[in-house]
């Protein structure tokens, strides 16, 4: 991890491991004719990637003295979500991209049909976990995780913005829509992510709106250095395909503002959602380094 504190690079990764095994116990695994399916799920979901979103959760959570299994299953479920849109993110249909995570996509590894099968049960599983009541022993609670979530994830979400995403192709967007389409795409999980503690600790309206505001200037500058490693960055230090908004044709924050422009505006992100953070009087330190962290990553 480029440009991060050791305390925070020791917090992420025993937050990674942590999120890991969760994953790793909640996945299924049989040797039903379906397996297949599970397989893809599996690698879909295991070994590799930042875990930013659940980190967020563990952080939070840790803020308002949530348990341990209440708050790694729910990093568990937001992992779900966005291991799930990322399978569909990379199908010929979508971004059509052959690399993720410094190895093939699903849907290289497997084919489209099963991609798009395990992406449709990773989605669903999210849900069975938040639902159960080892999550939390309030139904209330996990109502709220619930709902919380499918508006994040949904047509006001996450799915609306990549629907954006894909209008962005062939119609030109000036910065107020490529605000809103991030806002929704991406801005909008990683908003449930640094929520979801203060919805398992019962926490007041005053701390839910400032994680909220928090998220949401976090989630606009993760996007805009995103932007950034598409139009910069190299295969070998992102993992991923590069290049893909250019080829598309897509508006971004680079192609609008500039890259000496947007990497500002990244900076001032992150120092506003750093001022979001008064209210924890010091409890939320790894949150403040997540938002400087957001803008020196290289993958």
Same mark, same amino acid.
Do not use: W
């Given at each position: 991890m480029?440009?991060?504190?050791?305390?925070? /690079?020791?917090?992420?990764?025993?937050?990674?491991?942590?999120?890991?095994?969760?994953?790793?116990?909640?996945?299924?695994?049989?040797?039903?004719?379906e397996?297949?399916?599970?397989?893809?799920m599996?690698?879909?979901?295991?070994?590799? %990637?930042?875990?930013?979103?659940?980190?967020l959760?563990?952080?939070t +959570?840790?803020?308002f003295g949530?348990? !341990?299994?209440?708050?790694?299953?729910? =990093?568990? #479920?937001?992992?779900?979500?966005h291991c799930?849109?990322?399978?569909?993110?990379?199908?010929p249909?979508?971004?059509?991209?052959?690399?993720?995570?410094?190895r093939?996509?699903?849907?290289?590894?497997?084919?489209?049909?099963t +991609? *798009?099968?395990?992406?449709?049960? &990773?989605?669903?599983?999210a849900f069975?976990?938040l /639902?159960d009541?080892?999550?939390?022993?309030?139904?209330?609670v996990?109502?709220?995780?619930?709902?919380?979530l499918?508006?994040?994830?949904?047509?006001?979400?996450?799915?609306?913005?990549?629907?954006?995403?894909?209008?962005?192709?062939?119609?030109? &967007?000036?910065i %107020?829509?490529i605000t809103?389409l991030?806002?929704?795409?991406?801005?909008?999980? *990683?908003?449930?992510? =640094?929520?979801?503690? =203060?919805?398992l600790?019962?926490?007041?309206?005053?701390h839910?709106?400032?994680?909220?505001?928090?998220?949401?200037?976090?989630?606009?500058a993760?996007? *805009?250095?995103d932007?950034?490693? !598409?139009?910069?960055?190299?295969? #070998?230090?992102?993992?991923?395909? *590069?290049?893909? !908004?250019?080829?598309a044709?897509?508006a971004?924050?680079?192609?609008?503002?500039? =890259?000496?422009?947007?990497?500002?505006?990244?900076?001032? &992100?992150?120092?506003? #959602?750093?001022?979001?953070l008064?209210?924890?009087?010091g409890?939320?330190?790894? &949150?403040?380094?997540?938002?400087?962290?957001?803008? !020196?990553?290289?993958?």
């Open positions: 480029p440009s991060v504190s050791p305390s925070l /690079a020791s917090a992420m990764a025993d937050s990674a491991r942590s999120v890991e095994d969760t994953l790793e116990r909640l996945l299924p695994k049989s040797d039903f004719p397996k297949k399916l599970f397989d893809a599996r690698y879909g979901v295991l070994g590799g %990637g930042k875990r930013l979103r659940p980190f959760v563990l952080s +959570a840790k803020i949530v348990g !341990d299994e209440c708050a790694l299953r729910t =990093a568990a #479920a937001v992992e779900c979500i799930y849109s990322l399978i569909h993110d990379d199908l249909a979508m971004d059509n991209s052959d690399l993720r995570r410094g093939p996509t699903v849907h290289k590894q497997y084919e489209d049909a +991609a *798009i099968l395990a992406g449709d049960a &990773l989605l669903t599983l069975e976990i /639902a009541p080892r999550t939390h022993e309030d139904p209330a996990r109502c709220r995780l619930i709902t919380t499918a508006k994040a994830s949904g047509v006001h979400g996450m799915v609306g913005g990549q629907m954006l995403d894909l209008i962005a192709e062939t119609t030109p &967007l000036d %107020g829509a809103r991030q806002r929704l795409k991406t801005g909008e999980l *990683i908003a449930f992510s =640094a929520e979801a503690g =203060a919805i600790g019962k926490a007041s309206s005053q839910h709106n400032s994680l909220r505001a928090y998220a949401h200037d976090l989630g606009l993760f996007q *805009i250095i932007d950034l490693l !598409d139009a910069e960055g190299t295969e #070998a230090e992102t993992g991923k395909s *590069i290049g893909r !908004d250019a080829k044709g897509k971004t924050f680079v192609t609008v503002l500039g =890259a000496d422009r947007a990497r500002n505006q990244a900076k001032l &992100l992150s120092e506003q #959602a750093i001022g979001h008064g209210i924890f009087d409890r939320a330190k790894n &949150l403040e380094d997540v938002a400087r962290f957001v803008v !020196d990553r290289k993958s």
